[in-house]
């Protein structure tokens, strides 16, 4: 994978890409930065996992009995 970020100064750009290319399908994707792309996502929910609370401070973890078939 390549990526390169750079500055227009005309409405052509050159990309060199790498010789392992050549042949292959290759998708080129131009957007301004302002326009996203690179910015994380925030996510709409706070998602919170407390619904059940479990007492494991007597728990034993046996790996014998865990592999058991």
């Known amino acids: 994978m390549v990526r390169t970020v750079l500055t227009a100064e005309k409405n ?24 996203g792309g690179s910015k994380p996502r925030s996510v709409g929910k706070n998602v919170s996992f407390n619904a059940v609370s479990l007492d494991t401070s007597k ?7 865990a592999n058991e078939r």
């Open 12 to 35: 052509t750009i050159v990309v060199t890409i790498p010789e392992d290319y050549i042949g292959k399908q290759v998708e080129v994707i131009a957007f301004t930065l302002e326009e």
């Open 59 to 65: 728990f034993k973890f046996n790996r014998d009995e």
